[in-house]
């Protein structure tokens, strides 16, 4: 069974929402980090607010937002700005969809 897919793609607004299994908050570094090997991208800077975890990542040169809010188990992906990254979030939500 695949560790992570695909639950809504929202190509216009650049946000990419990802199916996974349950986390909280302090087992999303382990979880996050996992997604990130398995796209072989890399996590530039992290930020720990509240409830949110907000990674800016490096995915083949371009930028992305990885958030997760763990109250909603919510995890996605996120453009820097709107119609931005629109070809990395097509690949990534096609790889997402067959589940990695």
Do not use: N
């Not at 992570?4 to 929402?17: D, M, P, S, V």
């Not at 997604?35 to 409830?51: C, F, G, I, R």
Request: with cysteine; glycine share 8%.
């Amino acid at each position: 069974m695949a560790e992570f897919g695909l639950k809504e793609y929202f190509a216009q607004q650049g946000r990419l929402i990802i199916e996974t299994q349950e986390f909280d908050f302090d087992s999303f570094p382990q979880l996050g980090e996992r997604l990130l090997t398995l796209l072989s991208a890399t996590a530039v800077e992290k930020q720990q607010d509240a409830d949110l975890h907000s990674w800016l990542i490096d995915f083949e040169g371009c930028r992305l937002m990885l958030r997760a809010e763990h109250y909603s188990e919510c995890m996605w992906f996120e453009a820097m700005g709107e119609g931005q990254a629109r070809e990395e979030l097509d690949f990534i939500a096609s790889l997402l969809a067959r589940g990695i």
